[in-house]
């Protein structure tokens, strides 16, 4: 009995943090959702309203869309990066180990840094074509043309988020016991048969791990975004939680805000049901 | 004349300085409103010149006044409105702030600043405010015949030109003058210079960064198409033939007289006037830029003078306006009585001595018409001509509660047409739907 | 791989430094260009080697905005969050991994469903409570909505579940108390695991913008993110001093993280999934 109250003590004070800053504000937003409020008047409920008017407006649709594809192809590429990362640094070569550390410090830039150096990098006459341009690449506006401003959003989210995932797999990978390549050495498999039959299979949990998370952080994306390209060029960088920004507090538009946050809710909802699936069969196993 | 100017500042008469030069007769103004202590807060917008300028007259006023004292905050141009919004929401609002004059029925419609007191300004009565300030100006701070903001500067956007650039391909900037957007095109085809895919330099750069911006570039060509931003029902007709128009005139300079890189003017925000101080475009369109803005980007230009500003090309001769607009001092109007006074005081006294504003943020043009243009140091200013015109001439801002919407659509809308390729009268249709959404939305609300 | 040659490893060296010299290309370009001439920013070719230095951009910038006061803003907030996570962090993961009481389970869900309500979503409400409580411009106002963050009690959990609960009984047994159990036994253990989480509540409270964007409105409590973002939209601020100040940002978390690097090492592993 004691011991119990011992573990409800520790635990408590998170979850009445939690219970003041996260659910607290939640069930707020959601009934702030039926409401129309600017903030200087008190909140008048309009039922489905603000989702109706959402459902048949261009800008918030073209951001939904945005959103979804963000997250899937900064996701994907993440994981891609980061594994292909831990690859190259596991390898035995000598100053491998002070490698993965260089690497690493792209993550202990700040992010405003990074949405800094990178709008200049990808300046239609920045680094990036400096470089591009030996390989008889012509110039790429990447930050206001409609085809590759979120393509190069995509690109900066994983110059910065996949060494951290790298170190994850890095750790994933020391973990495989070197007998298991010594076997299938013996059995002739090399290369991607290798990788294919032994590594992937062994580090699979901390691919879905990588995967979700990568998958969380990109669905709260709101800096690069506004820094790098403040939504454009026409809209086409423009992500929801921008959107929630921009109607919030500059339309002073709340009730519409809140309306937009549950959807991005429900998107963070469906991510973390596959996380939670996840955590619980690792428990199982 | 610093001694003059230490003189009037020790007897505490900024205002006395006005009286000196012919402004309307302020009378005893250098009482202290209040003897009890107060605290008040002032909220402002970043700027080079404007911002220190007034960081220091308020410094002024609260030496003279020992118990005001002022917090004295500011924050990005684009900044400012959202934060006294939120400020407003949640009761946070400043006492006193300056806005965008565009952003006055965003106040007014929701009862937010208060009307001000002109006799406590040192005007005789509502008529004299009126007459003594620009036209465009009055339209926006009047309301319902009571005056709700108290000008700083307010200014028309003029065509600045390097005229070594102009002599180089041989131009000459007097004769060539361009007077039409046709003729703006000719001139700054001759003036681009490429090499590649690089515009080595851009022979006409219109701004590509923020929605103002956008927004008060657009202004005057729409109106000399004849467009409307709204019909007499409020619905929005930037769409119409005379704006579809205006935007094909908009992106004509890159279009048909490939003169400007718009990717590289948004790449390069948020600068988009120092490509012209460094030479990399030869033509500009921006409030009034001189010796103070020049001298410290490019010395030389500065010292051979070679710059020069026109008043904006028309689509006919005779329709040559640019956007004018302004800064205006308002009040909060949940500030107690006696914030109210002392602000009024205060900013009387802030602009109570031109001259030292002039020196501080030339060639800012001023909104009010009285007191300054006489002087010889305004005399002096190179181009004031084309200022004062470009202000006097100007036509202002749409002045509607949906004014942020307007701009961000519009401001999509030309990026879209400027950066891919879209198509001018679909891209206006969106915009205009944009528009009245927000509009129907703020009727609902 | 034991039946190659030695020297053979050292093959694998020259790909691997490019692409490492690759990945930090970006942060060399902005050490560079912070002491670069401003005419200099987009030149066809870069001299990675300034030709001429010009470390003067650093106080430069420093004294076009009140930097040292939004630095020092900044670590106050960040310092408080990371303080906070680690408390709080590691007493929910130890409770959580080591005790069972009633609804021990559905507090683990409780807790890592927050990961689906960052602060990006519950925005306008968590906005308005912090005004309701009169933390709008505060120090508390900034930092009170980050002091606890759900990863970080996920991690310390996977930690502490790997700290053999046999050392907890026989401490038990000798009628150590809990607290002391947990100070004296459970946190050495831990200290790889609260490496991590120290740098990773530090950098993302050092990281924050939208949440200051909406609470602060007075240079007083500005961050240093507010005052850049704010330095790079003026016109008349050179882009070599905005990389100074980015460089100068970048120092702070630099310094966390070398000091923090031993421990750092065998702490990765596991913000994967096992401990």
């Given at each position: 009995m004691r011991l119990r109250l011992w573990g409800v003590a520790f635990v408590l004070p998170a979850l009445l943090f939690f219970a003041f800053f996260k659910y607290g504000p939640m069930g707020w937003a959601f009934w702030l959702s039926f409401t129309s409020y600017d903030m200087l008047s008190p909140p008048r409920f309009v039922g489905i309203d603000n989702f109706a008017s959402l459902a048949a407006d261009p800008v918030f649709v073209q951001s939904l869309q945005n959103t979804l594809g963000y997250i899937v192809a900064s996701t994907l590429l993440i994981t891609l990066a980061a594994l292909l990362l831990a690859l190259a640094v596991s390898t035995?070569?000598?100053?491998a180990r002070a490698c993965m550390s260089a690497i690493f410090l792209t993550n202990v830039m700040p992010i405003i840094a990074v949405c800094l150096v990178w709008r200049f990098l990808l300046h239609p006459h920045g680094l990036v074509n400096q470089l591009l341009a030996p390989f008889g690449?012509?110039?790429?506006?990447w930050l206001t043309s409609d085809t590759t401003a979120m393509p190069a959003i995509v690109m900066v989210t994983v110059w910065r988020f996949a060494p951290y995932f790298m170190v994850v797999f890095v750790a994933a990978l020391a973990a495989i016991p070197a007998e298991y390549y010594e076997a299938a050495a013996i059995d002739g498999a090399r290369g991607l048969r290798r990788f294919r039959s032994i590594t992937l299979p062994l580090i699979l949990p901390q691919l879905f791990f990588v995967v979700v998370v990568a998958a969380l952080l990109s669905a709260r994306l709101f800096l690069m975004p506004y820094i790098v390209?403040?939504?454009?060029?026409?809209?086409?960088?423009?992500v929801l939680s921008m959107l929630i920004y921009e109607t919030g507090f500059?339309?002073?538009?709340m009730g519409r805000a809140a309306a937009i946050s549950v959807v991005l809710f429900a998107i963070v909802l469906a991510l973390t049901l596959a996380q939670m699936k996840l955590f619980m069969r690792d428990e199982e196993a | 004349m610093t001694t003059r100017r230490d003189f009037l500042r020790r007897t505490s008469a900024g205002a006395a300085a006005l009286g000196v030069l012919g402004?309307?007769?302020?009378?005893?103004?250098?009482?202290?409103?209040?003897r009890v202590p107060m605290k008040l807060t002032y909220w402002t917008w970043e700027n080079p010149q404007q911002r220190p300028w007034q960081k220091k007259r308020i410094d002024q006023y609260t030496q003279l006044h020992p118990n005001i004292s002022v917090e004295f905050q500011y924050f990005a141009f684009s900044d400012l409105g959202k934060k006294v919004s939120v400020g407003y929401a949640t009761g946070t609002a400043p006492d006193g702030f300056t806005t965008g004059d565009w952003l006055m029925p965003t106040w007014l419609t929701r009862k937010l600043i208060a009307p001000l007191d002109v006799q406590q300004l040192g005007y005789g009565s509502l008529d004299a405010f009126r007459n003594d300030h620009a036209p465009a100006f009055v339209a926006g701070a009047v309301h319902e015949g009571k005056a709700y903001g108290y000008p700083l500067w307010f200014y028309g956007v003029p065509l600045h030109v390097n005229t070594k650039q102009f002599r180089e391909v041989g131009l000459d900037p007097v004769k060539d003058e361009p007077k039409t957007w046709e003729q703006l095109g000719e001139v700054a085809k001759r003036l681009t210079i490429k090499d590649g895919s690089k515009f080595?330099?851009?022979?006409f750069k219109w701004a590509m960064h923020a929605s103002q911006w956008t927004a008060f570039q657009f202004n005057p060509i729409l109106l000399q198409c004849g467009?409307?931003?709204?019909d007499k029902h409020g619905?929005?007709?930037?769409?119409?033939e005379a704006g579809v128009r205006a935007m094909t005139i908009r992106a004509s300079i890159a279009r048909?007289?490939?003169?400007?890189?718009p990717a590289d003017s948004l790449a390069t925000?948020?600068?988009?006037w120092m490509d012209w101080l460094k030479e990399r475009c030869a033509m500009f369109s921006s409030p009034p830029i001189g010796p103070l803005a020049v001298k410290p980007i490019n010395p030389q230009m500065e010292a051979e003078g070679y710059y020069k500003a026109y008043v904006m090309p028309g689509v006919?001769?005779?329709?040559?306006y640019s956007t004018c607009y302004g800064f205006n001092c308002v009040v909060n109007a949940n500030a107690s009585k006696e914030k109210q006074e002392v602000l009024h005081h205060m900013y009387r006294f802030m602009m109570s001595d031109l001259r030292d504003c002039w020196i501080a943020?030339?060639?800012?043009?001023?909104?009010?018409?009285?007191?300054?243009?006489?002087l010889p140091e305004v005399k002096s200013t190179p181009n004031i001509e084309a200022f004062l015109r470009a202000k006097d001439t100007g036509v202002f801002l749409p002045?509607?509660?949906?004014w942020s919407e307007l701009a961000d659509a519009l401001h999509r809308a030309v990026q879209k047409v400027m950066?891919?390729?879209?198509?001018i009268k679909q891209v206006l249709n969106e915009a205009a739907a944009e528009v009245d959404r927000a509009t129907a939305e703020l009727k609902k609300g | 791989m034991k039946r190659r040659l030695p020297g053979l490893r050292w093959l694998g060296l020259p790909p691997l430094a490019g692409l490492t010299l690759l990945v930090l290309l970006p942060v060399l370009w902005m050490l560079s260009t912070s002491f670069q001439?401003?005419?200099?920013?987009?030149?066809?070719?870069?001299d990675w080697i300034p030709?001429?230095?010009?470390?003067e951009n650093y106080p430069n910038a420093l004294h076009r905005a009140p930097f040292p006061l939004f630095f020092f803003n900044s670590i106050v907030v960040s310092l408080v969050v990371m303080a906070g996570n680690v408390v709080f962090c590691t007493l929910a993961g130890y409770g959580l991994a080591k005790f069972r009481f009633p609804g021990d389970r559905f507090a683990l869900l409780a807790i890592l469903s927050?990961?689906?309500?960052?602060l990006e979503v519950t925005l306008v409400p968590t906005f308005l409570i912090v005004h309701s409580l009169g933390w709008l411009n505060t120090y508390q106002g900034i930092f009170a909505p980050l002091l606890v963050d759900a990863f970080g009690i996920f991690l310390m959990r996977q930690f502490v579940?790997?700290?053999?609960?046999d050392y907890l009984e026989a401490a038990r047994i000798d009628g150590a108390g809990e607290v002391r159990i947990l100070w004296r036994i459970v946190l050495p253990q831990c200290k790889p695991a609260l490496a991590v989480l120290a740098l990773f509540a530090y950098r993302d409270s050092w990281d924050q913008f939208l949440w200051p964007l909406a609470v602060v409105s007075r240079d007083e409590y500005r961050t240093y993110p507010l005052g850049l973002v704010r330095f790079a939209e003026d016109?008349?601020?050179p882009q070599t001093e905005q990389m100074a100040v980015a460089v100068m940002a970048t120092v702070p978390v630099f310094v966390l993280f070398l000091l923090l690097q031993r421990l750092l090492k065998r702490g990765f592993g596991l913000t994967g999934l096992k401990g």
């Open positions: 035995p070569v000598p100053g690449a012509g110039r790429i506006d390209t403040g939504g454009g060029p026409g809209g086409a960088t423009r500059s339309y002073l538009k | 402004a309307p007769a302020l009378g005893a103004a250098q009482g202290a409103p209040t080595t330099r851009q022979g467009g409307q931003w709204f619905k929005c007709t930037i769409n119409n048909k007289y490939g003169a400007e890189d925000a948020p600068v988009p006919t001769e005779d329709k040559r943020t030339a060639p800012l043009t001023l909104a009010r018409k009285s007191g300054w243009t006489e002045r509607t509660p949906v950066l891919s390729s879209g198509d | 001439a401003s005419e200099k920013m987009f030149q066809l070719a870069m030709r001429s230095w010009h470390p927050t990961l689906m309500l960052p579940l790997g700290v053999p609960t016109y008349g601020n």
